[in-house]
């Protein structure tokens, strides 16, 4: 145990953390430098034939320090984003270290100040890493102020890196053995396990990530998990090592994987502890927690007899994706589709992106929505994450929307740009602090349905790139919500519906129908897109109809040039959905979605 | 032989009756038109080799079984040949392939490349129909087109033409074209309605990727014409070449109708449209016998390397499924005026046309854009402005 550690590297995006793992491993036992590309290529290319995300990244390396002992160091992966703090808080939990990477030319971002508190409340070490010195652009001394400042640690311990140049490498390696600790824990003691991962193998099941506080684990093992105390039998035990690595057993302080005929990964549960059937742990690790989906919308498949390659689709996506929950849904303009609840916006793109590109599906999202609380006049509560569920207004007594607390980093310049973009969406700036003296950390309450739309994409835009941001849900606040509907010709066409701020009504509206303007194409007949609160049309728009459509001429004797043409369209047109009259292609539907001005 | 099959040839002509169409593509112009999309050069150097390599290309693809009644010379501008390449060529088909006796022999003419001793020399080998690229008689739209020639070359080519004994003489018109009002195209019209052409083709400007024209459209060098505009042309074209005693046979083509009944329809371009197989000889020029689609290389480099080792220049070729010969069927059928031979269709492909079609097709009569009766299905006049929306509510 002693020659072991566990440590995690904390970034903000772009920082340099795949690059640095990429590093780590070709600096440790691992592989040598000649096979380095092939084997790391090629397990990926695997992985993506199989149709694994190649999202963890947690590795075993072997490492020869200077006192010639040779040392497991297990780096154990986290998510880059805010929707996955929980993921990262349990990652965390099974590290007694970290590195803290910082950009040199960037700085400290607001995520890695949240990823920092996150480290200290699992009083892990940390190393502060200055990475990418190499750049022209690079102020190391700037860094070293506010790793003082902002963050409160002693510049004096960071070492400064270039991971793709591989400066400080070796550094960074001894420092880990040096200053991390080793972990603790009594190998004979009843097994006691952490899930901070999972992914699924088509051919073994679900592979569960996993630290050991204490007791051993071996193949026959009956394991059980504390929260749903579900019982598997272990199969096979190893470490990660760019390819699973099997063992005869691992003990507390290790890091690896199990594999217990584990159907789907919903099964096991970010957080959940393991122990044994027969000889329990006395309790569960703590901070365990349900993955709450926060943001809701419903997705449809393009082709009219899409459902059941989507249903299997998702229940794919789910064996690999715990955080995702699905139900029926359906919609006069779209049939059949899903309901699906995300743990953020990021998380809805992401399982977008692997629906279409993994399983070859064209798919129509709704608006996203967060989940409202309805109070009826009769006292009575509906929670409400679907337009189409929203009930008559005249029955409403109030209406609440969850908010967040936001902070946001950012160079002091751009104070007032920030201050617009929050307020316009209905933020309450909360406090300000210098964090240095032209960095400021702005703290402002804002509703999450605001956060969701496309406040990112907005607040990088009005930063340029140097505003960072993380967020909590705290509670939930009255508010003024309607529903905005929108009518093609006349007809009202339920995936377009959003709950809307009432004050934002209209604006979202008149977007929502130039949006669909701009995409819907031209067909032989005037159409009409209309936005509506109830019976008020508060916005219109037109797309006017084909004077003619009609090539001139084939092309000599070249009639397969036109057909390819025609074969183009109807594919294209495959893409589209009737209603009424009306083809709207897809990319109708997720434009009305997208900002105004891109 | 003088006049063209003024008949209606059956649909799906192939199995049948297997005349072929052999066109013959030849690659140069004295230079590029700003609109034009077609391969040629003009580097006029190259025609002899050129010419050698045709020779070839014919010996290689000649067949004592295949009978053709139209041989149609196109390009690029088949009259930047010589007399004497033009006449080994005609030669060397007479010889090879086995023309029917009246057979549709058409050269497609520039008006800036002719004399009345070539034209003269045309009729004399034995060509019997005269395409003569028009285009406008206007000097500020042929300028904008890139034409080598003025208004009066046109009508000088036209006159001598006729002089030469070409009695069937078609004429190349288009419209929609920047700046053209409405009273120009219909003086185009009426210009070329003076010489009491056989036969007309009004094509709509398109500016297609790639071309000079296409070019200034996206340097902003001009607007294209209004959609409306263009409609507008077009409903104008049917109606002053109707009243002029033409016949719409498809979307872009009019016929002289004589006597009430004769039409100087282009025997050729009908085979394009009705699945006659057809023979393409020359860099880019497409062939067709069913159910294969197939064409040459567009390069006369790789086109006369590939001939010199003794094998087709062929680049690519096709065997078109069935839904790709429905959607062909839809998509060519339409673009005539006659439509679709609905019993015709049925046998070919085993398809209830009306149940297959009947929903669609009700819709779409009761826009006013198809006419159906029990044996045809066509577009009306209003029809061919929605062609290619119409037929793509129809295709597979």
């Known amino acids: ?598 | 032989m003088k006049i063209s099959d003024g008949g209606k040839p059956s649909l799906f002509e192939t199995a049948s009756n297997p005349k072929h169409g052999i066109y013959v593509h030849i690659p140069f112009c004295q230079r590029k038109c700003a609109y034009c999309d077609f391969y040629s050069l003009t580097d006029l150097t190259l025609r002899q080799p050129f010419v050698d390599s045709l020779l070839q290309e014919m010996a290689l693809v000649t067949s004592d079984e295949v009978r053709s009644d139209t041989l149609y010379f196109g390009g690029g501008t088949p009259s930047v040949l010589t007399q004497q390449q033009i006449e080994t060529i005609m030669q060397q088909a007479k010889d090879l392939f086995t023309l029917t006796p009246d057979a549709e022999i058409t050269m497609e003419v520039n008006p800036g490349t002719v004399t009345q001793d070539y034209l003269n020399f045309m009729r004399q080998i034995g060509i019997n129909r005269i395409n003569i690229g028009v285009q406008s008689f206007s000097h500020n739209i042929l300028e904008f087109l890139g034409r080598i020639h003025s208004p009066g070359h046109a009508t000088q080519v036209i006159q001598q033409a006729r002089k030469a004994g070409f009695d069937n003489v078609g004429l190349d018109l288009i419209f929609g074209i920047p700046g053209q009002d409405a009273s120009t195209w219909q003086d185009d019209l009426k210009t070329a309605l003076v010489f009491a052409p056989e036969h007309l083709s009004c094509y709509i400007l398109s500016i297609e990727n790639g071309t000079h024209l296409d070019q200034m459209r996206k340097s902003k060098a001009f607007e294209p014409a209004p959609e409306q505009h263009i409609a507008d042309l077009f409903c104008i074209t049917q109606q002053i070449l109707k009243d002029a005693g033409y016949e719409q046979y498809e979307i872009s083509n009019y016929a002289r109708i004589d006597n009430g009944e004769k039409a100087w329809r282009s025997r050729h371009n009908q085979k394009y449209w009705s699945f006659a197989p057809y023979t393409g000889l020359g860099p880019g020029a497409h062939s067709y016998r069913a159910p294969l689609r197939y064409w040459n290389v567009r390069d006369v480099g790789l086109y006369s390397a590939a001939l010199a080792k003794g094998r087709l220049p062929i680049q690519e070729s096709e065997k078109t499924t069935t839904e790709q010969q429905i959607t062909e069927a839809i998509y060519l059928g339409l673009r005539t005026c006659d439509g679709i031979d609905i019993a015709h269709f049925e046998k070919l492909f085993q398809i209830d046309f009306n149940q297959q079609y009947g929903d669609t097709l009700k819709t779409l009569y009761e826009e006013n854009l198809v006419i159906v009766d029990n044996s045809r299905c066509a577009l009306t006049s209003k029809g061919m402005l929605f062609h290619n929306s119409i037929v793509e509510r129809l295709i597979p």
């Open chain 1, 1 to 598: 145990m002693k020659n072991i550690r566990n440590f995690s590297i904390i970034a903000h995006i772009d920082h340099g953390k795949s690059t640095l793992s990429d590093r780590f491993i070709q600096f440790t036992d691992m592989v040598s430098d000649r096979d380095f590309k092939d084997q790391i290529l090629d397990t990926m290319d695997i992985e993506r034939e199989r149709g694994i995300t190649i999202k963890s990244q947690t590795i075993c390396l072997p490492y020869t320090a200077k006192d010639g002992m040779t040392y497991h160091l297990n780096l154990i992966d986290t998510p880059g984003h805010v929707d996955f703090t929980y993921e990262v808080s349990r990652a965390l939990a099974s590290c007694e270290g970290a590195l803290l990477l910082i950009d040199a030319s960037q700085g400290v971002e607001a995520q890695t100040l949240a990823n920092l508190y996150l480290a200290m409340e699992h009083n892990l070490n940390i190393i502060p890493v200055i990475n990418k010195i190499d750049l022209p652009s690079a102020d190391v001394d700037r860094v070293m102020t506010q790793i003082e400042e902002d963050l409160g640690l002693d510049p004096d311990t960071a070492i400064q890196a270039s991971a793709k140049e591989g400066l400080g490498i070796d550094v960074l390696l001894e420092s880990i053995v040096q200053k991390l600790p080793h972990p603790t824990g009594d190998a004979e003691a009843p097994l006691k396990g952490l899930i901070f991962d999972s992914h699924y193998d088509p051919f073994r099941g679900t592979i569960v990530h996993f630290r050991l506080f204490q007791g051993t684990i071996r193949p026959g093992d009956r394991i059980k998990f504390m929260s749903n105390n579900a019982v598997y039998k272990v199969e096979e035990v190893g470490l990660f090592q760019i390819v699973r690595v099997p063992q005869k057993t691992l003990s507390a302080g290790q890091v690896g994987y199990l594999i217990a005929g584990i159907k789907t990964v919903s099964d096991t549960r970010c957080g959940d502890t393991i122990t044994l059937r027969d000889h329990p742990c006395d309790a569960a690790l703590p901070g365990f927690k349900e993955a709450k989906p926060v943001v809701f919308s419903s997705i449809y498949p393009v082709a009219s007899d899409g459902y059941g390659d989507l249903t299997t689709a998702l229940e794919k996506l789910k064996l690999n994706d715990a955080a995702l929950i699905y139900e029926k849904d359906s919609s006069v303009a779209l049939g059949f589709g899903f309901r699906c609840g995300f743990l953020g916006l990021l998380h809805l793109e992401v399982v977008q992106e692997r629906l279409e590109r993994e399983y070859d599906l064209s798919l129509i999202l709704t608006a996203p929505s967060v989940r409202y609380i309805i109070v009826l006049n009769d006292g009575s509560e509906l929670i409400i994450d679907n337009p189409a569920l929203y009930p008559d207004p005249t029955t409403i007594e109030k209406t609440k929307e969850p908010f967040i607390r936001a902070s946001i980093m950012v160079p002091d310049r751009y104070m007032g740009a920030v201050m617009k973009l929050c307020l316009d969406r209905r933020g309450i700036n909360k406090n300000y602090q210098y964090l240095t003296n032209n960095r400021l950390e702005m703290v402002f309450e804002l509703p999450l349905s605001e956060v969701i739309y496309d406040f990112y994409d907005k607040l990088k835009t009005v930063t340029q790139g140097y505003g960072s941001f993380d967020y909590d849900i705290i509670d939930y606040r009255e508010t003024r919500m309607v529903k905005l509907d929108i009518l093609i010709n006349g007809e009202r066409v339920d995936a377009l519906s959003q709950l809307v701020h009432r004050d934002r009504a209209e604006e979202r509206g008149r977007h929502a129908c130039t949006r669909l303007r701009d995409e819907i194409p031209r067909q032989m007949f005037k159409i009409a897109i209309q936005g509506a609160i109830g019976g008020k049309i508060v916005a219109r728009k037109t797309v006017s109809p084909f004077r003619k459509d009609v090539t001139a001429k084939c092309y000599g004797g070249d009639i397969t040039r036109k057909r390819k043409l025609l074969e183009k369209q109807k594919k294209g047109k495959k893409r589209m959905k009737m209603v009424g009259k009306v083809m709207i292609p897809q990319s109708a539907f997720l434009s009305v979605l997208k900002t105004d001005d891109n």
